[in-house]
């Protein structure tokens, strides 16, 4: 049922009109406003748990309208960012005006405020770019992300590249062991290396995957967390 629910991910987000995200680092937090300015709202979504899960990962690239919880409210996420990229063009071609309160409140946190927004819109528009660009960012995107199975990282890749359902069986088929961290000393070191070698194992036919689909391939996939990959 696991593998199944996977495989649909892809499709329930990209079909879905609305996606609701609920982070308690947002909903759970007082402090956490729909009221605040817009570096304020981008600067605690990019900090939440959210943007570091791996099958998050999807609800972000696929989703046509993201809407966040915060504690007082729900943000549509999409004015946030209009609003912020015109106060930031405006920031940037006007000279600061004393009776210009917007200008003078976004103008000392421009720095913040560009670096908020780009990592938003470069996990917003990820799914626009050619394949190989695609790849690209999306593994750039997933190095800060985690997931307690191991094994989901080269399908969640392969379902945001669009590859077939004999593609995704291909890689689901090769096992990958869960070791729980709470298994004795001897046990688990023997598990963890038997999960790396499974690991290889699936990124080897995911590699395999991406030259049949003609794709070349970034060097940080090679070398990046090579642990996993040896």
């Known amino acids: 049922y696991r593998k199944k629910a996977i495989n649909k991910m892809a499709t329930t987000y990209r079909d879905a009109d609305k996606i609701l995200v609920l982070d308690a680092n ?3 937090d007082s402090r956490a406003s729909c009221q605040a300015d817009h ?14 899960r791996l099958w998050t990962f999807q609800e972000g690239v696929l989703g046509k309208s993201l809407y966040f919880v915060f504690a007082d409210g729900v943000v549509d996420i999409q004015n946030s960012v209009f609003s912020l990229q015109r106060l930031l063009e405006k920031a940037s071609s006007s000279l600061l005006q004393p009776e210009d309160h917007q200008l003078r409140d976004i103008y000392p ?15 917003r ?8 660009d695609k790849l690209a960012l999306m593994w750039n995107n997933m190095q800060w992300r985690s997931t307690s199975w191991a094994s989901d990282e080269t399908v969640c890749m392969a379902l945001l590249l669009g590859f077939s359902s004999d593609n995704i069986k291909a890689i689901q088929d090769i096992d990958v062991v869960y070791v729980d961290p709470d298994t004795d000393p ?5 598990l ?10 699936r990124y080897k036919t995911f590699l395999q ?13 090679i070398f990046t967390r090579s642990e996993e990959r040896r």
């Open 186 to 190: 001897h046990t688990q070191t023997s």
């Open 109 to 123: 946190g421009q720095t913040i405020s560009r670096s908020a927004l780009k990592q938003y819109t470069n996990l």
């Open 39 to 52: 570096t304020e709202i981008f600067t605690r979504i990019i900090s939440t748990n959210w943007m570091r």
């Open 125 to 132: 528009t990820l799914a626009e770019k050619q394949k190989e």
């Open 26 to 28: 947002l909903f759970a």
């Open 209 to 221: 995957l991406l030259r049949q689909h003609k794709m070349r391939i970034p060097r940080g996939l």
């Open 192 to 201: 963890e290396l038997l999960q790396r070698t499974q690991l290889a194992a």
